[in-house]
């Protein structure tokens, strides 16, 4: 019986070590965002985005779809598949863990930032790498490096 004891509790640490770790950081993309204080303006005053992440197969089809195909989450989308959907308010910025799931089929990321008024949207397109440094600005998204 202690024979059995031993096992089991042996058993228990071993996968608890395995469940424990969390993502594997090989399958995340770290994002840093930083938004500016004009962000979506509009009626005067500026508004938070919606962030959408992508795992792209075929850029120039993303690059190419309708807004309305590209609005989704965790589903199908026109040259790959949606990822998850963030929220961020003006004059911010956060960092963020995307996962890159399947990226030796998916090559790149996209990105895509729902400006809710007027409606519209911008969207990027960059290869999978360990990091991605996003500025969104009223209108827009610049990928930016470490000097920027």
């Given at each position: 019986?202690?024979?059995?004891?031993?096992?089991?509790?042996?058993?228990?640490?071993?996968?608890?070590?395995?469940?424990?770790?969390?993502?594997?950081?090989?399958?995340?993309?770290?994002?840093?965002?930083?938004?500016?204080?004009?962000?979506?303006f509009y009626d005067g005053s500026a508004h938070s985005v919606d962030?959408?992440?992508?795992?792209?197969?075929?850029?120039?089809?993303?690059?190419?779809?309708?807004?309305?195909?590209?609005?989704?989450?965790?589903?199908?989308?026109?040259?790959?598949?949606?990822?998850?959907?963030?929220?961020?308010?003006?004059?911010?910025?956060?960092?963020?863990?995307?996962?890159?799931?399947?990226?030796?089929?998916?090559?790149?990321?996209?990105?895509?930032?729902?400006?809710?008024?007027?409606?519209?949207?911008?969207?990027?397109?960059?290869e999978w790498d360990d990091e991605l440094k996003l500025r969104i600005?009223?209108?827009?998204?610049?990928?930016?490096?470490e000097n920027d």
């Amino acid at each position: 019986m202690k024979t059995a004891g031993w096992f089991v509790a042996i058993l228990a640490v071993l996968v608890a070590a395995g469940c424990g770790g969390g993502p594997d950081p090989d399958e995340q993309v770290r994002v840093k965002v930083v938004t500016t204080e004009n962000l979506n303006f509009y009626d005067g005053s500026a508004h938070s985005v919606d962030v959408y992440f992508y795992k792209i197969e075929d850029p120039a089809a993303f690059e190419a779809a309708k807004q309305d195909a590209l609005l989704v989450e965790g589903e199908a989308v026109p040259g790959g598949a949606a990822l998850e959907r963030r929220a961020i308010a003006p004059d911010k910025s956060a960092l963020w863990n995307v996962g890159k799931t399947g990226h030796e089929r998916y090559t790149h990321i996209g990105v895509l930032v729902d400006f809710k008024e007027p409606e519209g949207v911008a969207r990027m397109v960059h290869e999978w790498d360990d990091e991605l440094k996003l500025r969104i600005d009223a209108r827009a998204i610049l990928a930016f490096t470490e000097n920027d």
